[in-house]
């Protein structure tokens, strides 16, 4: 089944304690995004990547870091995670850039104290 | 302001009514747009999805209307069932660098409710 993974699912955690958030996605997709999800601002785009090793900076970068070792994984890094981005989470992949059916993760609830 | 603007507001009908959700965009660059919907603790899931170069696109009791003269999109819903309670997105895919960059860009989301 053509799936975008995510883990884990809800995390609560506490300012400064560093975490990863892993994504994976099994359809051999190019092009692999993480946004934000907020109340009243919808879904903001954090970082993508375009292909191994190629990774660039979306809307709202700030804290964040990403890395696209291989195809299928493209973890999320909050070095040191602030109240600021508690969020709902979502990693998403498509074939390239210019392929517009997108595939989404579950989601990642991430509560920051 | 937004680019792809939906004001998050509720439509709610009746089972068996159809349902419009409209969407207003402002980059004229735009070659391709996509509804999402989202059900609540879910990811957004693919819905149907139009190129520029079309008007008008039928899926499976969906629709989806572009009318580029206007910059409007929507999504009609035939025979809405209790199922179709969701919000829905619409997404626009611009070129943001001499085409080596495409994006999506994401409306706020208009929230579906179906009464039994």
């Known amino acids: 089944e053509a799936q975008v993974t995510q883990n884990p699912r809800y995390l609560i955690t506490v300012t400064g304690k560093k975490l990863t958030v892993t994504c994976s996605q099994n359809m051999n997709h190019e092009y692999m995004s993480w946004y934000r999800q907020d109340p009243g601002l919808g879904l903001r785009q954090i970082y993508y990547s375009m292909n191994v090793e190629v990774t660039d900076k979306g809307d709202v970068p700030e804290g964040y870091k990403v890395s696209r070792k291989e195809k299928r994984n493209f973890p999320l890094i909050l070095e040191s995670p602030s109240p600021n981005q508690t969020s709902l989470y979502f990693c998403?992949?498509?074939?390239?850039?210019?392929?517009?059916?997108?595939?989404f993760g579950p989601g990642t609830r991430l509560t920051v104290t | 302001g937004e680019s792809v603007g939906l004001h998050l507001p509720t439509l709610s009908v009746q089972e068996g009514d159809n349902s419009i959700i409209n969407c207003a965009y402002s980059?004229?660059?735009?070659?391709?747009f996509i509804w999402y919907k989202q059900e609540s603790g879910k990811g957004p899931q693919f819905i149907i999805d139009?190129?520029?170069?079309?008007d008008k696109r039928q899926g499976q009791r969906v629709t989806v209307l572009l009318n580029k003269t206007v910059k409007h999109l929507s999504l009609q819903i035939a025979a809405t069932q209790p199922g179709d309670s969701a919000v829905y997105f619409c997404a626009e895919n611009s070129d943001y660098s001499g085409g080596s960059n495409y994006k999506l860009t994401f409306g706020k989301g208009t929230l579906l409710t179906v009464n039994p």
């Open positions: 980059n004229s660059a735009s070659d391709y």
């Open positions: 139009i190129r520029s170069n079309m």
């Open positions: 998403a992949s498509r074939t390239g850039h210019k392929s517009g059916e997108q595939y």
